[in-house]
């Protein structure tokens, strides 16, 4: 669960002016909400005199992600938090990371949204930091394996020679097929070749 400060005083029954007046005990607080269907809490948007700080809580022990404090309070950052937490954590990725991915990446939404405007009700302008949440290696392996999908279509559409046996020909798509399972790890080669091999067979009226 990822409770703000007011909700976890609210899930513990204590006041919150008790709480904010000794942020050392947050920490415990948070560890007596565990139990067999909450591993962890995460304390979100903690605020210090220099720092916004985001507390993990886990059985094994309490790990703390902070950013530098930027001005204003924009509606919408603890969806944005949870959302690219769960979806760290459906991909694999350790809760730390997740945390930090996504304490980073609201950061630089609110460093990036302009000041001038009314954003504080509507949100922060973070469109143009979804670059963040890809991970470059698999967008790597997807582009060339859109690449070989179109090379091996037209390759196999435009270079090929009749066998004389009924409508039977021989292709140059065949070549990148073996490239790309040279080029690309298993399934990207096996995506390619299957989808631009048929694509051909489509467009070419087979």
Do not use: W
Request: proline content about 3%.
């Amino acid at each position: 669960i990822t409770p703000n400060l007011t909700e976890l005083c609210i899930l513990c029954g204590v006041d919150y002016n008790e709480v904010i007046k000794n942020p050392e005990n947050i920490g415990g607080l948070a560890s007596s909400l565990l139990s067999e269907t909450t591993e962890i809490v995460i304390v979100t948007g903690v605020k210090t005199k220099s720092s916004i700080t985001n507390i993990i809580v886990e059985k094994d022990g309490v790990n703390i992600v902070r950013t530098p404090l930027l001005n204003g309070s924009y509606s919408g950052t603890g969806d944005i938090f949870s959302s690219i937490v769960c979806g760290g954590i459906t991909k694999g990725m350790d809760i730390l990371d997740a945390v930090s991915l996504a304490t980073n990446f609201i950061y630089c939404s609110i460093k990036n949204t302009p000041t001038e405007l009314d954003y504080e009700p509507n949100g922060v302008n973070f469109q143009k930091h979804l670059e963040m949440l890809i991970n470059a290696k698999s967008l790597l392996k997807t582009t060339y394996t859109a690449i070989f999908t179109a090379i091996i279509m037209l390759c196999t559409m435009l270079i090929k020679f009749s066998t004389g046996l009924g409508e039977g020909y021989i292709h140059f798509g065949d070549c990148f097929i073996y490239l790309s399972a040279c080029v690309l790890p298993f399934p990207y080669c096996l995506v390619a070749s299957a989808v631009g091999g048929a694509l051909a067979d489509i467009l070419g009226g087979y």
